[in-house]
């Protein structure tokens, strides 16, 4: 068991720790976007290097008092914020925020972990890189936090997810040992891969306070192109087409339906509608090149042959450099969108490609029978990833819904399941995922994980109630 934090916990680290980390309560600290979970904190912390966060974790692991770690608050499966058990410590890394080194030549940053995504790629772009991890939320996200959950965002098709984008990390494990892995190698056989046990672990091993990235060079030029397509099936051999011809030049393949926009009209997001008439599928693609080659003949060619096979049956070819900010924006602001409306349940899943279109035929007429319901499904088709969504009828109020949202949950996780994708791909599990873990999870890897969450974190202190069921003791 938890203990609360207490005075004299208080009044050692006082000793310990500068008058700076200390937080007053502020109301952020103690939400999350989706405004589901209220967290509670019993101190709120905010050391400025790893040293002092080791202070903290081996004071919090002596009283056995809960550590939360905390990044840029943007996470939507309330793994910031603690629910239940004694108020522990909150910790914030939003003081250790440095680059602290780019080495050009070897395509690597140094980036403390409260560094935000934007910070990142702006220090990438001054040394004429790229850091290819990028979604809606990279003004506030973090870094540590987006490994501690292993986020994908829009170019995982290209360059991978957060995990394929590090090379090495500083972290303090739940003792208050300091692990020195900042090594900017790509080769590093010398036993268990420490690095990618943190990566998605979301804080319930360790605290991640700097990472080694990996950087890209720059794209010379970039071809933006929204097809329509008939349905998802095509869009997948409009996929295959698309690699076929640019190869990994494609660097982003997003499938929109129309409801998604739609639903731009209706919550009154300010947009230019691409068509005349919004069709029931579209597919977003951008290919990237370096310098001597022509993306946009690319598009052209892939655009030419699918028009032809019956693959698209329109599409816009963004001309410049705002026209393809204006096609990017339907994408990014589906999700805005989304909750001006409100969903009825949402789910992060992922399949095996050749699924997908089956999932989709499947899981629509079943959850239409729950009510008059409407479906938004959106998503990084070229890598699995969907967003798929319940809304209630125009005018409808989700809280007249809310008996049916765990019976739409389980429709769509069962389903998956059975198709052997994943009920998380890309937000982590944090506390709202924690049952689908233990109902959908294969055994073995199970005990697994409980073996090395009682091997590293002995006393459960590490972001209690997160990924795993607090141990019984």
């Known amino acids: 068991m938890l203990n609360p934090v207490t005075d004299s916990l208080i009044a050692e680290l006082r000793a310990a720790l500068p008058a700076a980390t200390f937080r007053p309560d502020a109301p952020h600290y103690l939400e999350e976007p989706r405004g589901l979970y209220p967290g509670?904190?019993?101190?709120?912390?905010?050391?400025?290097?790893?040293?002092?966060?080791?202070?903290?974790?081996?004071?919090?692991?002596?009283?056995?008092?809960?550590?939360?770690?905390?990044?840029?608050?943007?996470?939507?499966?309330?793994?910031?914020?603690?629910?239940?058990?004694?108020?522990?410590?909150?910790?914030?890394?939003?003081?250790?925020?440095?680059?602290?080194?780019?080495?050009?030549?070897?395509?690597?940053?140094?980036?403390?972990?409260?560094?935000?995504?934007?910070?990142?790629?702006?220090?990438?772009?001054?040394?004429?890189?790229?850091?290819?991890?990028?979604?809606?939320?990279?003004?506030?996200?973090?870094?540590?936090?987006?490994?501690?959950?292993?986020?994908?965002g829009l170019n995982v098709l290209r360059y991978g997810t957060a995990r394929d984008l590090c090379l090495g990390l500083e972290a303090v494990l739940p003792d208050g040992q300091i692990w020195h892995g900042l090594r900017r190698l790509r080769k590093d056989n010398t036993g268990y891969d420490l690095r990618n046990l943190l990566i998605g672990s979301e804080g319930t091993l360790g605290v991640i306070t700097a990472a080694a990235l990996r950087l890209y060079p720059r794209?010379?030029?970039?071809?933006?192109?929204?097809?329509?397509?008939?349905?998802?099936?095509?869009?997948?051999?409009?996929?295959?087409?698309?690699?076929?011809?640019?190869?990994?030049?494609?660097?982003?393949?997003?499938?929109?339906?129309?409801?998604?926009?739609?639903?731009?009209?209706?919550?009154?997001?300010?947009?230019?509608?691409?068509?005349?008439?919004?069709?029931?599928?579209?597919?977003?693609?951008?290919?990237?090149?370096?310098?001597?080659?022509?993306?946009a003949a690319l598009i052209e060619v892939i655009f030419a042959g699918a028009l032809e096979a019956g693959e698209v049956t329109d599409g816009i070819v963004a001309g410049s450099g705002p026209q393809r900010d204006a096609l990017w924006y339907l994408r990014e602001a589906i999700p805005a969108a989304n909750r001006r409306i409100g969903a009825i349940a949402s789910h992060d899943i992922s399949l095996p490609l050749s699924e997908i279109p089956g999932f989709l035929d499947r899981a629509a007429p079943a959850l239409y029978a729950l009510g008059p319901v409407r479906i938004n499904a959106f998503g990084h088709l070229g890598d699995g990833n969907l967003h798929y969504n319940l809304f209630p009828p125009p005018g409808g109020d989700r809280a007249a819904f809310s008996d049916i949202a765990p019976k739409a949950t389980r429709i769509v996780h069962d389903l998956v399941h059975d198709l052997g994708g994943s009920f998380s791909a890309e937000h982590g599990l944090g506390r709202l995922k924690v049952g689908e873990l233990e109902r959908y999870g294969d055994p073995a890897r199970l005990s697994a994980m409980r073996a090395i969450k009682a091997a590293l974190d002995p006393n459960g202190i590490m972001n209690p109630g997160a990924v795993l069921r607090p141990a019984k003791v």
């Open 40 to 152: 509670q904190a019993g101190l709120i912390l905010a050391p400025a290097s790893a040293e002092y966060v080791s202070t903290i974790l081996r004071a919090a692991s002596a009283a056995r008092v809960g550590v939360v770690p905390y990044g840029g608050g943007t996470g939507l499966v309330a793994g910031q914020v603690a629910t239940e058990g004694p108020a522990p410590i909150l910790l914030s890394l939003e003081r250790m925020t440095e680059v602290r080194a780019v080495h050009p030549s070897e395509n690597v940053l140094v980036a403390e972990a409260g560094a935000t995504l934007a910070r990142i790629h702006k220090a990438a772009e001054d040394h004429d890189r790229l850091f290819p991890l990028s979604y809606g939320s990279q003004d506030t996200a973090r870094i540590g936090g987006g490994l501690a959950v292993n986020s994908g």
């Open 219 to 295: 794209p010379a030029a970039r071809a933006t192109a929204l097809m329509v397509v008939p349905d998802p099936k095509t869009a997948l051999a409009l996929l295959a087409r698309a690699g076929q011809i640019a190869g990994e030049t494609v660097s982003a393949f997003e499938l929109i339906s129309g409801t998604g926009l739609h639903f731009l009209n209706e919550a009154g997001l300010d947009h230019r509608p691409p068509f005349d008439t919004i069709p029931d599928w579209m597919v977003l693609t951008e290919i990237a090149t370096g310098q001597g080659a022509d993306p």
